[in-house]
């Protein structure tokens, strides 16, 4: 049926009922942008730690972080937080506006470093800049590296999440005895690990899976998002898909979202981490875009090689074959790695990080990527000694701990993971997403391995 015939016959059969009483009033009820949404937008405490988030302020300097003039959205942002201070948040509704508007039209900056890196966007424009080799993978093992994985990820984000959103030396009291006391029974709640399961629940039932249709099960399942992972959210139910989805009108497309769920995708494609990039690249583009992207991509090889590599320092350097060699992200990851081999302790490339990273979010891809990588350069695989590094570097705390735990985990295998931490979890993991309350870790083993068969990985 043609939607005019469908709408012309609902009008022809309308019968006037004299005793409808108005709904307009009922209207009121409801807002498209609540007040404590734009408030949360402009203060607020991130759910597991407390650590105070501006996010709108996080919007300008991840735009200019990109070479581009914000001075425009910079004057409205110092209008917006003494209206936000004086509560008067009707009018901060359309001041925020005004600010993403401005940050979608920002000028330029010709001369800004940004522009003399390449960003490569497509998997066609990528996938010639990278290396396709492949390893092969002891069969036996499988399946104790990918539940080691996903045991690794889960306690050592749960872990994270206590902590994350503060700079390092403010966690320097934490003990490396005391780490696991933070490890919360099924993992508690953790936003990273949502993605990964509707990921499984797509990749299991399509047959062909899709950008496109991945975020439609982003959709059906996942019930509010923050950063760059609400723009997308917001991005779809609009109609606006992959790519366009992450790249529309999103100032966050840069940040950690893809980098901190595409662990699976290596889990998925042991030893094979051109695929792991390819598959990567298709979940990230959904809400990143460039070196955001390039991100997810790179926790992928990371996890992938995993199976192949058992000293940390050669498996980041063999990483930087499976990274578009000319973006910045390989650039960043380049700097991180010789900070490293230059310093004697993981506290003085801590330093190095904040300083060369001040005027990046916390949350951006590259301050995190570098504490990734200066985790795993400074232990030889030792699961609580880079537990506590990893934490004491700060920045994304449990992103960061969930990658590195992944990596390590399968490594060592399930086995062999310190039974402390694996124990708090009871064999499960609690999320909220729709259908998905509470998860067997051996099931989301289980099912990884189904996957990599379905997709010849």
């Not at 926790?299 to 000293?311: G, P």
Request: charged letters at 25%; hydrophobic letters at 40%; proline letters at 4%.
């Amino acid at each position: 049926m043609k939607a005019w015939q469908y709408e012309h016959e609902l009008r022809r059969s309308a019968k006037l009922d004299l005793n409808w009483r108005s709904e307009w009033k009922s209207v009121g009820e409801y807002e498209i942008f609540p007040k404590d949404l734009v408030s949360m937008f402009w203060s607020s405490r991130v759910p597991g730690s407390g650590a105070p988030e501006c996010l709108i302020a996080g919007a300008i300097q991840s735009v200019e972080n990109m070479g581009r003039d914000v001075s425009r959205a910079e004057k409205l942002f110092e209008e917006g937080l003494k209206l936000f201070e004086e509560g008067q948040i009707e009018h901060l509704k359309a001041t925020t506006a005004l600010i993403f508007d401005e940050l979608s039209r920002a000028p330029i900056l010709k001369d800004h470093p940004y522009h003399t890196f390449e960003r490569p966007l497509s998997w066609e424009e990528i996938s010639v800049q990278i290396s396709r080799e492949n390893f092969d993978v002891e069969a036996s093992r499988l399946y104790s590296s990918v539940l080691g994985g996903w045991l690794g990820q889960i306690s050592a984000a749960s872990m994270g999440t206590k902590f994350e959103g503060f700079f390092g030396k403010e966690l320097e009291f934490v003990s490396r005895e005391d780490l696991t006391n933070y490890v919360e029974e099924e993992g508690g709640y953790n936003d990273d690990i949502v993605y990964e399961i509707v990921a499984i629940e797509a990749l299991s039932r399509l047959r062909k899976p899709s950008s496109r249709q991945i975020g439609l099960f982003w959709l059906k399942h996942i019930p509010f998002g923050w950063s760059a992972e609400y723009i997308a959210l917001e991005n779809l139910k609009r109609g606006i898909f992959p790519p366009n989805s992450g790249r529309f009108r999103n100032p966050f497309q840069e940040w950690i979202g893809a980098q901190m769920r595409c662990m699976l995708y290596g889990l998925i494609c042991p030893g094979r981490p051109y695929e792991a990039a390819r598959l990567a690249h298709m979940d990230s583009v959904i809400s990143h875009s460039g070196n955001g992207v390039y991100g997810g991509m790179h926790s992928a090889v990371l996890t992938s090689l995993a199976f192949v590599f058992k000293d940390p320092r050669k498996l980041l350097l063999k990483s930087l074959d499976y990274i578009p060699r000319r973006s910045e992200f390989a650039d960043v990851l380049r700097k991180a790695i010789d900070r490293c081999k230059s310093c004697d302790s993981f506290r003085q490339v801590r330093e190095w990080i904040e300083e060369e990273f001040k005027d990046y979010n916390w949350i951006h891809v590259y301050p995190n990527a570098c504490c990734v990588v200066t985790a795993l350069w400074f232990t030889e695989g030792n699961f609580d000694e880079t537990m506590e590094i990893v934490l004491k570097m700060g920045f994304d705390v449990d992103c960061n701990a969930g990658e590195v735990g992944t990596v390590l985990g399968v490594m060592i295998g399930a086995n062999s993971l310190p039974h402390r931490w694996v124990e708090p979890l009871k064999g499960n993991v609690k999320t909220y997403v729709k259908g998905f309350e509470k998860v067997s870790i051996e099931r989301l083993a289980e099912l990884t391995l189904k996957l990599s068969e379905k997709l010849s990985c």
